[in-house]
């Protein structure tokens, strides 16, 4: 069965510092997407992608995050300069072309700042 | 502006019993969909059961059924015969009809299965 893939599952960084975290969507798949869920709460939507660019971001999204497929396959969350806060476990999702098809998620990066 | 509420953060059930998870949304639009994700010690997030608006039957996926209320906005998940490998924390979460739309999630609710 397909999936999505991320990776590393677990990454620590020092504050201040540049982290990428990647996945690999399923193949066939058009939307992307990045959710947030920080320890012991919701899950909330970062950003969504289709076509090359955002389609949709939240206020979370600010100038410290950037979104991008770089080869056709990947599909990857930067964020530049991590702070406390930003430690939490991130999902990849993707969904097909047909609305009727669901997202499927990655099963998740765990950062840490330190 | 959607939103999605689950006031119950946590249950207990006694394995083989029956268990219920509330879960009311609040929007507008007439085309969308509900679903359940359960979510395990893992921490990945796992699809249980899906709804689309437009259908009045109910879905079911084995062990997992909706009672799906749409003019009470409503969208319980019951969970028939629980067993040990079902407790873990349950999101309910919608997302409009438009097929790139964003999927937003209820706070959850953890579940518990007594031995």
């Known amino acids: 069965e397909p999936e999505v893939t991320q990776t590393p599952s677990h990454q620590v960084t020092q504050m201040g510092q540049e982290v990428i975290l990647r996945c690999v969507p399923i193949?066939?798949?058009?939307?992307f997407y990045w959710y947030r869920q920080i320890l012991g709460q919701k899950v909330e939507f970062l950003v969504s992608f289709y076509n090359n660019e955002i389609s949709e971001k939240s206020e979370i999204f600010d100038d410290q995050f950037s979104v991008e497929r770089p080869d056709g396959s990947n599909f990857t969350l930067k964020i530049r300069s991590t702070k406390l806060e930003d430690s939490a476990m991130y999902f990849c999702?993707?969904?097909?072309?047909?609305?009727?098809?669901?997202?499927?998620f990655g099963q998740g990066t765990r950062l840490t700042v330190v | 502006a959607q939103t999605v509420t689950q006031s119950q953060p946590e249950m207990s059930v006694q394995e083989a019993e029956t268990v219920t998870l509330s879960c009311t949304y609040d929007t507008s639009e007439s085309d969308y969909y509900l679903f359940w994700y359960k979510q395990p010690p893992s921490r990945q997030m796992i699809l249980v059961i899906r709804?689309?608006?437009?259908?009045?039957q109910n879905a079911t996926e084995n062990r997992f059924s909706v009672n799906f209320q749409k003019a009470a906005k409503s969208f319980s998940l019951k969970i028939s015969d629980s067993q040990l490998g079902d407790a873990a924390m349950y999101f309910c979460?919608?997302?409009?009809?438009?097929?790139?739309?964003?999927?937003?999630f209820g706070k959850g609710t953890r579940l518990h299965i007594l031995p």
């Open positions: 999702a993707s969904s097909g072309y047909d609305a009727n098809t669901e997202a499927f």
């Open positions: 979460a919608y997302r409009r009809g438009n097929r790139d739309d964003k999927i937003i």
């Open positions: 193949s066939n798949h058009l939307y």
């Open positions: 709804q689309e608006a437009y259908k009045q």
